[in-house]
């Protein structure tokens, strides 16, 4: 298992560890850092029922917006875990700006390590983190306690576009990873396939230039770091047409076989 740093810089797209610690200032402009709300919650009412009673686990839920929404939307209960301290400030923060203070709890923690303790959760969303714990299976199997009988888990990631010869170290076709999915003792039953145009594109030029200006801020501050930042702006463009060009994105609900 890597360390929890690697893990994160792996979730956020960071060939370089070091840029973690620079995280909460970079993406200080940003609500959103991953995946869209609007959609996991409408996947959770189309798959649960008495929304109020849920109890929901939003692992790496970066600064909440995706607990919040469910909260917000569906009066349920949420449980946030991440690994970067001023990502969770902020996520208590905005619950309470929204009014959901009381129905969500957010904390820091390593995932891998904290979901050997919880049980009992409806809803286990994985949105924008990749496979936290290696692989498709183990990450499944890795949360697959911590989900009552009928829950489900929600994954929202991206897979490879059918006979397209695009590669990616963390790009799968979907045949393996609903294989792997199986092999961890859960079917797919319900997904969502991002319209690429309005659910990834809206905000990004200003999201694109807010990240450029504090990445700049910081080579001010560090210049001797100017390298690292640089090369994060660039990678967040090349990600960012990836997700519009080479990948399918879409949000997979499993549930036990
Ligand atoms: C791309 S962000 C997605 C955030 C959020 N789910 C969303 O969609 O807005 C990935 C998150 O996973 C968190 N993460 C990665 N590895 C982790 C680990 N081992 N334990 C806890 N959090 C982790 C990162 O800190 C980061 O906030």
Redo the contacts with the bound molecule.
């Keep these: 298992m890597n360390s929890?740093i690697e893990?994160?810089a792996s979730?956020?797209d960071c060939d370089n560890v070091e840029l973690v610690e620079y995280l909460p200032y970079i993406l200080q402009d940003f609500t959103?850092?991953?995946?869209c709300p609007e959609v996991i919650t409408d996947l959770v009412k189309r798959n649960t029922h008495n929304y109020p009673s849920l109890k929901i686990l939003?692992?790496?839920?970066?600064?909440g917006?995706?607990s919040i929404e469910l909260a917000r939307a569906l009066n349920c209960f949420c449980h946030g875990?991440?690994?970067?301290e001023g990502?969770i400030k902020e996520a208590k923060l905005f619950a309470s700006e929204k009014g959901v203070g009381d129905q969500c709890i957010f904390e820091t923690?390593?995932?891998?390590e904290r979901t050997k303790e919880l049980k009992d959760y409806n809803v286990i969303v994985l949105?924008?983190?990749g496979p936290?714990f290696g692989d498709y299976e183990s990450t499944l199997k890795g949360v697959l306690p911590c989900l009552a009988n009928d829950g489900i888990v929600i994954m929202?990631d991206w897979y490879k576009i059918k006979n397209d010869n695009f590669t990616h170290v963390r790009l799968f076709e979907k045949q393996e990873i609903l294989r792997q999915a199986e092999a961890a003792g859960m079917l797919l039953s319900d997904e969502h396939i991002h319209e690429k145009t309005t659910e990834l594109g809206n905000s990004y030029s200003e999201e694109y230039e807010n990240l450029k200006k504090r990445c700049h801020e910081l080579t001010q501050m560090h210049p001797q770091k100017a390298e690292m930042f640089k090369n994060y702006v660039n990678k967040q463009s090349e990600e960012y047409q990836i997700l519009q060009n080479n990948v399918i994105c879409s949000a997979l609900v499993f549930r036990k076989k």
Excluded: Q
């Design positions: 929890i893990s994160v979730s956020m959103e850092i991953g995946a939003d692992l790496g839920c970066g600064k917006s995706v875990i991440d690994a970067v990502f923690a390593d995932i891998r949105a924008a983190t936290l929202d």
